[in-house]
């Protein structure tokens, strides 16, 4: 995949809410015939969408829930927002369960694709999604 696709698709899939995927494409579609590049299928979008880069957070820069849940890494550490997400609501309390709420929609939704959630963790977070509208 072409690199400016998958800039292209960061900028029309970042933000805290989740668009559409019709606007995705649409808009992705619409830089990929402009810059000359065969634009992704809609299947395409939903695999990038899975593995795109997410914002990435140091671990000294987080509340002091949410460092706890990130018990086994050094305060120097860069995390990407999806195992943020993992930890806090796999190991965290309540104040790193609501931070992690908070993410951007992409990182809960690559959160919710990984596997070893606890039974009770997998499901805070899915209900998180759910009401998000993810």
């Not at 509340?63 to 120097?76: G, H, I, K, M, S």
């Amino acid at each position: 995949m072409d690199r400016r696709v998958l800039a292209w698709l960061g900028e029309a899939a970042g933000g805290y809410d989740r668009p559409p995927m019709a606007d995705v494409l649409r808009q992705v579609g619409e830089r990929c015939r402009t810059g000359g590049l065969a634009p992704p299928s809609r299947a395409t979008l939903y695999k990038l969408l899975a593995t795109l880069p997410t914002p990435i957070y140091r671990v000294a820069e987080l509340p002091p829930a949410v460092r706890n849940a990130l018990y086994n890494l050094t305060a120097d550490s860069e995390v990407p927002a999806h195992q943020v997400a993992f930890y806090c609501f796999n190991y965290g309390d309540c104040a790193a369960m609501s931070f992690a709420a908070g993410l951007p929609w992409l990182a809960l939704y690559q959160a919710q694709r990984m596997p070893g959630y606890r039974d009770k963790s997998r499901g805070l977070l899915d209900a998180v999604a759910r009401a998000r509208g993810l």
